[in-house]
């Protein structure tokens, strides 16, 4: 009886083991627009994902290819990682502009995530609208986004990070834009990213809110000019509290002296929150940064970590 009895027991592991990797292969969605995948549209993929699903994340893998799409993550779609092939050649886009039927700034996005716990690796995303206005290419509102090796594309507004203590994480990615282009109210972490500037204007607008500790921190990442650029600020409070380091990283000759800018708006220095702490290149130098900066010390600076600002959430 014991000899059955152990049979079926390893019968049962077999099926049971069996079973979860079908359930395991099923997660794993592949999108390419020459018909070689489960969909040629990375929307209709999404679509395809389970509602608040509890199991193992969902894997969309998507070919090479531009795919020309307007984007929306629902709220109820969570634990996704959408992988591009190569993020020089996996690219996502779109055209919309603020003036386009005064659609305005929140509408323009290529792509909008709401759910949480949401990757994108690997991959472009632009919004190649003429500079007529705002247009935005990644628009996050989720919580616990992780954004890794990817290309974020544009012009003004490139990058909108929304929503009070919601967590984003950049690592490896590259940023490019003109005006205000990472903006947002959300508390973002980059880390080893390349931001290029295209024009003489602002890098960042945070609108980070009063009880929100941390905004954007910006750590050993590398600030990069377009050749036509000798006059570049690192950023302006889009609202009062805007809270906004770069620390550890590198800016060339053509950051302004000064650094930062008020918005046109002398209250806003009483309680914006801006800092720097061990910066290097020609742009680095401090001696003629606004008064109202703050400049860490060693021990300011070692409080701010990655663990400390994005809390629980560890990419």
Request: hydrophobic residues 35%; contains cysteine; aromatic residues 12%.
């Amino acid at each position: 009886m014991s000899k059955y009895r152990k049979i079926f027991q390893l019968i049962f592991v077999f099926a049971a083991l069996s079973g979860t990797n079908q359930v395991n292969a099923e997660k794993k969605i592949v999108v390419d627009k020459n018909g070689n995948g489960n969909f040629t549209s990375l929307q209709e993929a999404i679509n395809s994902v389970r509602a608040f699903d509890p199991a193992e994340p969902t894997t969309i893998f998507v070919k090479n290819g531009t795919y020309y799409e307007k984007i929306v993550i629902s709220e109820h779609t969570c634990n996704v990682k959408i992988e591009g092939e190569d993020k020089d050649k996996t690219i996502i886009s779109y055209n919309d502009h603020a003036k386009i039927n005064n659609m305005g700034t929140f509408r323009t996005y290529t792509i909008q995530v709401r759910g949480n716990d949401i990757t994108l690796e690997n991959l472009t995303i632009e919004n190649n609208a003429e500079r007529l206005g705002q247009a935005v290419a990644l628009h996050s509102e989720g919580d616990r986004i992780t954004v890794k090796n990817c290309k974020l594309l544009g012009n003004q507004d490139t990058f909108y990070a929304a929503g009070e203590n919601r967590r984003i994480y950049l690592e490896n990615t590259y940023i490019e834009g003109t005006t205000d282009f990472i903006f947002g109210g959300a508390t973002v972490w980059f880390e080893n990213c390349e931001i290029f500037c295209k024009t003489n204007s602002y890098i960042t607008a945070a609108s980070t809110a009063q009880q929100v500790k941390y905004g954007f921190v910006f750590n050993n990442c590398k600030i990069a000019l377009a050749d036509s650029v000798d006059a570049m600020y690192l950023g302006r409070p889009w609202r009062a509290y805007a809270m906004t380091v770069f620390m550890n990283c590198y800016l060339p000759k053509g950051i302004r002296p000064e650094g930062w800018h008020n918005w046109d708006n002398k209250e806003n220095e009483k309680t914006a929150r801006f800092a720097e702490y061990n910066n290097r290149g020609e742009g680095s130098s401090t001696t003629q940064r606004v008064k109202w900066v703050k400049m860490l010390t060693k021990k300011e600076n070692r409080k701010i970590t990655r663990e400390n600002v994005l809390l629980d959430f560890a990419p």
